[in-house]
């Protein structure tokens, strides 16, 4: 066995653990901000989720978005290679995983369009937090 430290760090291993951590993290911290009481309700009732109020759910949201974004970027840039070459056949210089691609963007396009036109599955998701928001706290 050998000893960790004489293993060279890896950039693309800690580019994917942050994404990857920081995702997690936002995932919980955007379902805590879901189920909580409105910002009047919350600080009325002195709403606490592991010992952190709304505020610090929103500030802890927000700094992992951001840093988010820095990982993402980061693992994309170091990744390059690989999602070029997913994306191009150097052979055929033509565009691969055109199913792959249109699906993604489909669906992506598709849960955009549904959530800015308040329509279903996307609309439920508004219903459920604000029934915490506002039903469930009051």
């Known amino acids: 066995m050998t000893h960790l430290a004489s293993q060279p760090f890896s950039n ?5 653990f942050l994404a990857g951590f920081t995702f997690l993290g936002l995932a919980v911290s955007g379902l805590a901000i879901a189920i909580a009481p409105s910002g009047r309700i919350a600080m009325d009732i002195g709403w606490h ?25 980061w693992h994309i840039w170091l ?3 690989v999602i070029t070459n997913l994306l ?4 055929m210089h ?16 598709a849960l955009i369009a549904l959530a800015v036109l308040d ?9 459920l937090s604000d029934l915490f928001k506002r039903g469930f706290w009051r």
């Open 79 to 81: 990744h390059w290679p």
């Open 88 to 91: 191009w056949s150097a052979q």
């Open 12 to 16: 693309r291993a800690a580019a994917v």
């Open 49 to 73: 989720l592991a010992f952190l109020t709304r505020v610090q759910w929103e500030s802890l949201h927000l700094t992992l978005g951001v840093f988010f974004l820095f990982a993402a970027g």
């Open 119 to 127: 329509l279903p599955p996307a609309s439920w998701l508004t219903d």
């Open 94 to 109: 033509m565009l691969s995983h055109r199913r792959e691609v249109g699906l993604a963007l489909a669906v992506v396009g």
